[in-house]
């Protein structure tokens, strides 16, 4: 049974850091390229962040870059997302997903990405 499942969303004041976490299991992990994703109230979801296989390749969106980190273990079937200098605008459930790297590049696009998590609630106030 494949589960993706996310941890670490929260309430925190704008200028603080959470780290999201999404366990994977049921799929062998190390073939597919990782996104987390977020959707805030009356949006439509958008891709924040995404990392290769090899966790050698990242890419992320303007409005977090230089802000969010992603990274990913391997080992531990495990992909991360550090969160700093937290805005309101941040405010949103966040979602992994995984996708095979059957194209040349990462992509954000939904249709690419074949499990999804549950999303997890992170807010932030001003």
């Known amino acids: 049974q494949v589960q993706l499942a996310e941890s670490g969303g929260g309430s925190v004041q704008a200028g603080g850091s959470l780290r999201l976490s999404c366990a994977a299991s049921g799929f062998t992990f190390k073939h597919y390229y990782m996104g987390w994703f977020r959707q805030a109230p009356g949006k439509e979801r958008e891709g924040v962040s995404c990392i290769s296989v090899s966790g050698d390749s990242t890419y992320y969106a303007d409005s977090v870059k230089g802000r969010f980190t992603i990274s990913r273990d391997n080992a531990k079937n495990t992909v991360y997302l550090q969160m700093n200098s937290l805005k309101p605008e941040d405010t949103a459930v966040y979602y992994c997903?995984?996708?095979?790297?059957?194209?040349?590049?990462?992509?954000?696009?939904?249709?690419?990405?074949?499990?999804w998590g549950q999303g997890t609630q992170v807010s932030v106030s001003s």
């Open positions: 997903a995984a996708a095979r790297p059957w194209g040349l590049r990462m992509s954000f696009e939904e249709i690419e990405y074949d499990y």
